[in-house]
């Protein structure tokens, strides 16, 4: 049996053992990306790569490949919305996915193809040649962290956008971005810091410790945890106390897994220090319904 070891940072390290390989069958490899309640979203394949909807209620699968498409891959999923890229003639081009129908999504202006990350409402977040953007009804906002070198936003909750960014000196930051505010995520002692998904208060993402060994995290706006599976892990989502994603195992293939996070009673959170302001972004978008 495999187990996956989430380490608490600070206080030492548990096994955990609430948590299940993600597979779909027949699949050369399924690359969970984005999770909404029981619905679990990804990449199998390839190539080409498809898209796959997987209800963990009921345990069905769903394929799903954009109309005249030669690569699709779903990204993000909110309720029946689902996001990704889709390629025709080597250009990528985002989509939104209502259930029934198909919308191209190509930000004005952009070069290197659009990639639709995630869906939250009306609101969607992905990037652009090195661009972030945020996707609402047919008005594009252009997303460029302070100081930035190239932005990428990833995850979407509300009015609450997460990603990462690049600096001209170098290293990636994380970042939380609500309505022109942006504020840095960086895990503690890392080289680099990457958020890929938010729902609440809840961050998750992929880091490198000083060793240049790379980990998810978990953040709930006063402890960061660290989350390690048995290969490197490549992406992570979160939908309440559900995390999904994938890593790379021993023999270079992908494996998706979906991790229930433990009640606090069970699980203590070690506290490394508050992020101002979060609190009080949360309480506006309380505020704005």
């Known amino acids: 049996m495999v187990w996956l070891v989430v380490m608490v940072v600070g206080v030492g390290s548990v096994v955990a ?3 299940s390989f993600v597979e779909m069958p027949g699949a050369g490899f399924t690359a969970a990306t984005g999770i909404d309640g029981n619905n679990i979203v990804g990449i199998w394949g390839g190539p080409p790569n498809h898209c796959f909807v997987y209800n963990g209620g009921n345990g069905s699968w769903m394929t799903l490949d954009m109309p005249g498409a030669t690569d699709t891959q779903a990204l993000g ?4 919305s689902i996001v990704g890229v889709y390629d025709i003639n ?4 985002g989509f939104f996915y209502d259930g029934v129908s198909w919308t191209t999504l190509d930000m004005p202006g952009g070069w290197g ?4 990350h995630d ?9 652009n040649g090195g661009h ?12 460029d962290a302070p100081g930035g070198n190239f932005t990428m936003a990833y995850g979407i909750s509300g009015n609450n956008v997460v990603g990462f960014y690049n600096t001209f000196t170098g290293g990636e930051h994380g970042f939380l971005y609500n309505n022109g505010s942006w504020i840095t995520l960086d895990m503690p002692g890392s080289i680099w810091t990457q958020a890929r998904g938010i729902d609440g208060n809840n961050i998750v993402g992929i880091y490198n410790d000083s060793g240049n060994v790379r980990h998810g995290f978990l ?21 309440g106390n559900k995390i999904a994603g994938y890593y790379a195992n021993d023999g270079g293939g992908l494996q998706s897994f979906l991790y229930t996070v433990p009640e606090p009673s069970t699980f203590a959170l070690f506290s490394l220090g508050m992020i101002a302001g979060f ?3 949360h309480r506006k978008k309380q505020a704005k319904g």
Not at 219 to 239: A, F, H, K, R, V
């Open 90 to 93: 080597g250009t990528a081009h």
């Open 119 to 127: 869906v939250s409402g009306n609101n969607i977040v992905g990037y």
């Open 17 to 19: 053992d609430n948590w």
């Open 132 to 143: 972030g953007f945020l996707y609402n009804s047919g008005n594009w906002t252009t997303l």
């Open 77 to 80: 999923i909110d309720g029946n």
């Open 279 to 281: 609190a009080l972004i």
């Open 113 to 116: 193809g659009t990639q639709a």
């Open 219 to 239: 953040y709930n706006g006063t402890g960061w945890t660290t989350i390690d599976m048995p290969g490197s892990i490549q992406e992570l989502n979160i939908s």
